[in-house]
């Protein structure tokens, strides 16, 4: 048993906690809040889906004793919310339930859609509702009552909520093209590369539903000479664990692939990405595609980075924000806690071979793989640890 303090739709709660037990027993068993139902216990079907500090996620898969100290909303907590409350009437008129099942988690996981994505499109919210699953197969109804509660939020600011996609305009790259208003008319599908590793022309479309991550990283080197060793690309590339360039570089797009092993999941990425650079404020821009071609699954990224000096100039502030689309069989990887420790850890990777590169070492031969079974064994650890509260 372990000591755990919670707040449960608004309400204190102190208990000693099984670590065993996952968040969705915790609020029906001990809460008695039956709301938060239980499908698959996989963390596949969404019906289990609650808030956890405003964002939504899966109980079935969350330990309340790595939750200390989180806001945790369940449908009941919902009861008076304006926007369930339109929810609920508009699934009512749509036909967008049967046996109900699927209900709380739909709705819960519609209401941060609807908030987010004033507007959305059909096609947008069947991508946000992609998790959730409905054994009545009701989808026509639910995606009609959703996008019918989108578009009478048209006009009101979209609610960003932790840990989720964010609406795309965020994300347009300076490269990119004007996005459009978003509409309950069906928009256009972006262009996606073909299939071919040969294909190099790079889509500067706008993300529709992009993945956020940013990471932000210290070397020990002033601003210039950073900023001198990022507009050097095979350099760059030669830094970033498993990857590296397939052709000399114009400085302005490159060719590269980069080899990823997660588990029993492997990817070799192979495709181009245009470079923008602005000497003046030090940023930049990478728009990138590429085609696993083990796998066929297909990445969209729009990489941006800043570089600040820092510690009276003798050192630079590296921020990196990325957005990012995958599709295919990689693509239930995208999101969440696995995403970002991923994406973490070839960040720290990358800073360390960066900060041994400015200063003139050689890099170590295993820094230019991605150590796939150390770094999924790294990552258990660290949930484990979480999970039991050590460090
Ligand atoms: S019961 Fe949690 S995702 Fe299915
Ligand atoms: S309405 Fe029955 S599972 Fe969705």
Request: proline fraction near 7%; include cysteine; charge should be neutral.
């Amino acid at each position: 048993m372990k000591p755990v303090r919670l707040e449960v739709n608004g309400r204190p709660i102190a208990a000693d906690i099984e670590p065993r037990q996952h968040l969705a027993d915790f609020v029906r068993e001990e809460m008695l809040l039956t709301g938060t139902h239980l499908g698959c216990e996989h963390g596949v079907c969404g019906a289990c889906t609650v808030l956890i500090d405003g964002a939504p996620a899966r109980s079935c898969i969350a330990f309340p004793v790595a939750l200390d100290g989180a806001s945790i909303t369940t449908i009941e907590g919902l009861a008076d919310d304006p926007v369930t409350a339109r929810l609920r009437e508009a699934f009512s008129v749509e036909h967008g339930l049967q046996c109900g099942f699927c209900t709380p988690g739909m709705l819960i996981m519609a209401r941060d859609i609807v908030l987010r994505r004033p507007g959305a499109c059909a096609d947008d919210i069947r991508h946000e509702l992609a998790g959730n699953l409905c054994r009545c197969t009701g989808y026509v109804g639910i995606i009609r009552a959703v996008q019918q509660v989108a578009a009478e939020r048209i006009g009101e600011a979209a609610v960003m909520t932790r840990g989720t996609t964010v609406p795309a305009p965020a994300y347009v790259s300076p490269l990119a093209l004007p996005i459009a208003p978003s509409s309950v008319a069906k928009a256009p599908e972006p262009a996606w590369p073909a299939a071919s590793p040969q294909e190099t022309a790079v889509s500067l479309e706008p993300l529709r539903n992009p993945v956020e991550l940013v990471e932000q990283f210290r070397v020990p080197a002033d601003a210039a000479t950073v900023w001198a060793f990022f507009q050097q690309p095979d350099k760059v590339i030669a830094c970033l664990p498993g990857a590296r360039l397939v052709a000399p570089s114009d400085g302005r797009s490159l060719e590269a692939e980069m080899l990823v092993k997660l588990g029993p999941m492997q990817a070799a990425f192979r495709g181009a990405a245009l470079l923008a650079a602005d000497p003046a404020t030090r940023t930049g821009t990478i728009n990138g595609q590429g085609v696993d071609t083990k796998g066929a699954s297909r990445v969209r990224a729009m990489l941006t980075y800043r570089l600040d000096a820092v510690e009276g100039g003798t050192a630079t502030d590296v921020h990196v924000d990325v957005a990012y689309e995958l599709k295919g069989p990689l693509a239930q990887m995208s999101r969440g806690t696995i995403a970002r420790d991923l994406a973490g850890r070839i960040t720290r990777s990358f800073a360390e071979n960066l900060a041994a590169a400015l200063s003139g070492a050689a890099l170590p031969e295993q820094a230019r793989s991605l150590d796939a079974g150390s770094l999924a064994w790294s990552m258990l650890k660290g949930w484990m640890a979480r999970l039991f509260g050590r460090r």
